[in-house]
C-alpha cells in the first residue's frame, strides 16, 4: 500500500526529515509516533502529495505520489491536526462539496453520510455553519468528510484530539473495523496509549530519523520497557527508564 523510500525534507539549513525508510501493508493500523518538532506532520504531508520531498519518494499503490497525481488522491483521505474546513458553508454543503469532489453516488452517500454523522453525534449540527463549530465539532465533520468515500489509505493527524470520550471511543472502534476490511489507516498521535491500544504497527521518529518499527512486542525488545511510554522516552532521549 504504502511504501517510503530513503525519504528527506529540508526547510533552509535544517532536516526535517532524513533518510525515512518504511512500508505499510493492507489492512494495517500504522502508529508513527515522534516528541514535537521530530518530522511527523512534513513526513505525512509528503506522503499525500501536499509537499515535495528535497529526495527520495514515496509510494502508494505502487505508484510514486507527487503533487499533481489526482487519481491518487482520489484513493486516499487526509484529516490534518488543525483542520482548515471552509467556514461559509454549513455541515450539509460541506459533505456535498466532498462527495461531488469524490463523484459518489448518492446512495452511497446517503447511506454512509447517515452512518458517520450518528457515529459522531453530528445529525444536529448539519444546518450550522462551520465557522460556528466548536474545534471538537469540526474535527467530527473532518473525519466524517474523510471516511465518507471509503478511502483505501487513511491518513490522520493526531485524530482523537478535541474529541469527546464517546466519539473517541467510536472513533476507535471504527479505525478497528475499518482496517479489518482491508484498508489502511496511518495516524499520528501523542497519545501513546491510543497506539498501544490500536496500533499493528508503530515507527518512532526522532529528530527526522526513523528511531524503531515494528509492533509493539518487537518494540518491546529494542528497548527496556513494559509500556509503549517506558519505549518511546528511552527511545527519544526523554526521561527513560534506564
Ligand atoms: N514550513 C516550514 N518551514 C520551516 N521549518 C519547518 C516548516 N514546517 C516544519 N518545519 C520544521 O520541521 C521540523 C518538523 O516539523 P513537523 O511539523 O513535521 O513536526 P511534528 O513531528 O509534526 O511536530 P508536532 O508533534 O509538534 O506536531 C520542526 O523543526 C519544524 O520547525
Known amino acids: 500500500m504504502i511504501k517510503v523510500n530513503r525519504l528527506n525534507k529540508n526547510y533552509s539549513a535544517h532536516n ?14 500504522f502508529a508513527f509516533i515522534g516528541p514535537n518538532g521530530s518530522g511527523k506532520s512534513t513526513t505525512i504531508r509528503m506522503m499525500t502529495g501536499l ?6 519518494s514515496v509510494e502508494l499503490f505502487g505508484e510514486e505520489m507527487r503533487l499533481d497525481k489526482m487519481a491518487l488522491k482520489q484513493r486516499i483521505s487526509y484529516v490534518p491536526d488543525t483542520p482548515d474546513l471552509i467556514g461559509r458553508l454549513n455541515g450539509h454543503e460541506y459533505l456535498n462539496f466532498i462527495a461531488s469532489a469524490y463523484r459518489m453516488e448518492q446512495s452511497a452517500f ?18 450550522t455553519l462551520i465557522e460556528e463549530y466548536s474545534h471538537g465539532m469540526k474535527q467530527k465533520l473532518a ?46 498521535t501523542h497519545n501513546l496509549s491510543l497506539a498501544e491500544e490500536i ?3 508503530i515507527l518512532i521518529i526522532y529528530d527526522g530519523k526513523k528511531r524503531a518499527h515494528g509492533s509493539l512486542e518487537a518494540l518491546k525488545q ?3 520497557g513494559v509500556t509503549l511510554e517506558d519505549i518511546f522516552l528511552e527511545l527519544t532521549d526523554g526521561e527513560g527508564v534506564r
Open 51 to 56: 509537499l515535495e520531498p528535497s529526495s527520495g
Open 110 to 127: 446517503m447511506e454512509r453520510k447517515q452512518e458517520l454523522l450518528a457515529l459522531f453525534d453530528l445529525e444536529g449540527a448539519l444546518g
Open 222 to 224: 529494542e528497548a527496556v
Open 143 to 188: 473525519l466524517v468528510g474523510a471516511l465518507i468515500h471509503q478511502p483505501d489509505i487513511l491518513f490522520l493527524d493526531e485524530p482523537t484530539v478535541g474529541l469527546d470520550p464517546k466519539s473517541n471511543r467510536n472513533l476507535k472502534q471504527y479505525l478497528i473495523e475499518y482496517v479489518k476490511s482491508g484498508k489502511t489507516v496511518f495516524l499520528t
Open 16 to 29: 526535517a526529515v532524513t533518510d525515512l525508510d518504511f512500508e505499510v501493508g493492507d489492512g494495517e493500523l
Open 199 to 201: 496500533a499493528t504497527d
